[in-house]
């Protein structure tokens, strides 16, 4: 299967300039990163069979978005996941690669040191903010399960429909809304950051 995102979810927020030198580094980056997101979001054996079948369910609903309904308070919720491929080019994958390049790229190693690449005639600045914005819109759309957390310790857990911890359309939440459809199923947890990337 090829990558699910390409070049053009990276846009708004979260432009990443395709100039043609730079073009085959961001396909590079998606192709790394969108399988480290999918594989913390799925486990790998979720991932590789949505890899060899994307075409069948439940992996085309959970590429390209379903409505789905799960109970959030004692009353049932209809929520609509976009999917992890849309028509509006906003992905969790696509935050989260940006994030990843960012991350790679701001400071290079040189023969003699840690440099900043410096761009002619204009003046750079921290992509601190933008980083943060995108990885926590990221988290959103992946899902967030604060109860998960001991310390720094992250746990790979294996959720259950009456998993669900807020009423947001988070691929979180529309996994455990469709359960039994991902036996295999092991979410990784993930947490916002600050600007003191805590």
Not at 41 to 52: E, F, Q, S
Not at 53 to 74: K, Q, R
Not at 101 to 120: C, I, Q
Not at 188 to 195: C, G, V
């Amino acid at each position: 299967m090829a990558n699910i995102i390409d070049s053009t979810y990276f846009k708004g927020e979260i432009l990443l300039t395709n100039k043609t030198d730079l073009a085959t580094d961001i396909t590079e980056a998606i192709t790394r990163y969108e399988k480290e997101i999918l594989i913390a979001l799925l486990g790998y054996k979720t991932y590789k069979d949505m890899i060899a079948t994307p075409t069948v369910e439940p992996y085309l609903s959970l590429i390209n978005g379903a409505e789905f309904e799960f109970t959030f308070d004692g009353i049932t919720q209809l929520q609509k996941w976009e999917g992890l491929k849309n028509t509006d080019k906003e992905s969790l994958i696509a935050y989260y690669v940006f994030y990843k390049y960012f991350e790679r790229t701001f400071s290079k190693s040189s023969g003699v040191n840690v440099v900043k690449p410096k761009a002619e005639a204009a003046e750079t600045t921290t992509p601190l903010w933008k980083m943060i914005n995108a990885w926590n819109r990221m988290i959103e759309l992946y899902g967030f399960i604060p109860y998960c957390w001991n310390g720094y310790d992250v746990k790979i857990i294996q959720p259950t429909s009456d998993s669900v911890y807020d009423n947001l359309p988070s691929a979180y939440n529309y996994i455990v809304a469709n359960v039994a459809d991902f036996p295999d199923w092991i979410f990784t947890p993930l947490k916002p950051i600050n600007p003191f990337m805590l």
